[in-house]
């Protein structure tokens, strides 16, 4: 959702984003925004991703994912790169970075 560092050159890109996550609960479910910063490096046609400050942000204010979210929100997390990553290749064909 917002970029907060961007450099070509280097290969950079930081970023902050969300994206819904609902925790089943014993009254139905508790909807969250899962909160996350996104750093991608790119180097010799290599892509790291480090994901930090992962937290979940609901009607009670913030929280650390337990780990049985997380065995939920890391596969969806995977998707994510996976689909960057796959942007990336698209935008190799245009140079309008």
């Known amino acids: ?3 907060r560092y961007a450099n070509r050159q280097e290969g950079t890109i930081i970023g902050k984003t969300a994206i819904p996550y609902v925790r089943p609960s014993r009254f139905g479910a508790d909807r969250y925004d899962l909160r996350f910063t996104l750093i991608i490096e790119t ?3 290599r892509i790291r991703s480090t994901f ?3 937290y979940l942000f609901g009607d009670y204010g913030r929280e650390v994912p337990l ?3 997380m065995t939920v ?3 969806r997390l995977e998707r994510a790169v996976e689909a960057l990553i796959a942007s990336f290749s698209r935008m190799e064909q245009d140079e309008n970075w």
């Open 67 to 69: 780990k049985d979210d």
């Open 73 to 75: 929100i890391r596969p």
């Open 43 to 45: 180097k010799d046609n």
């Open 52 to 54: 930090r400050d992962i």
């Open 1 to 3: 959702d917002v970029i």
